[in-house]
């Protein structure tokens, strides 16, 4: 099993940026495949970025790609999220998730393991 818990949330203005991390308990951090997803009020959980177990391959959904970038260390047992530029329509609270075997990595269904959310807001 895996534990997340996610930092880093806030308020921020149009253009500005936020890194949001996730550090994960246990041993075997690296067997996981990590991602982001984010939920807005009224709207279903998206997934915004996700990572391979040794960090070679990277996924984003099309409206963050270009702005956002997923890392992780798997020596500190960490995933984060760098938000550059970020947009009032990325204002949502930030999910880091872990899953063991992904089918379809967009998919929140595929994610076993959940952190509790950070919000994240951008005002206009």
């Known amino acids: 099993q895996v534990q997340l818990v996610e930092s880093g949330g806030g308020l921020v203005q149009a253009g500005g940026s936020l890194r949001l991390s996730c550090a994960a308990s246990g041993r075997t951090f690296s067997s996981y495949v990590m991602g982001w997803f984010r939920q807005a009020p009224g709207k279903e959980r998206e997934f915004v970025a996700a990572i391979s177990r040794s960090g070679g391959s990277i996924y984003y959904t099309d409206s963050v790609k270009g702005r956002f970038t997923i890392s992780r260390d798997n020596a500190k047992n960490t995933v984060s999220l760098q938000m550059n530029s970020l947009k009032p329509e990325d204002t949502a609270v930030y999910y880091c998730?872990?899953?063991?075997?992904?089918?379809?990595?967009?998919?929140?269904?595929?994610?076993?393991?959940w952190g509790q959310g950070t919000q994240v807001t951008v005002s206009s």
């Open positions: 998730a872990a899953a063991l075997v992904v089918t379809t990595r967009t998919d929140p269904s595929n994610y076993g393991y």
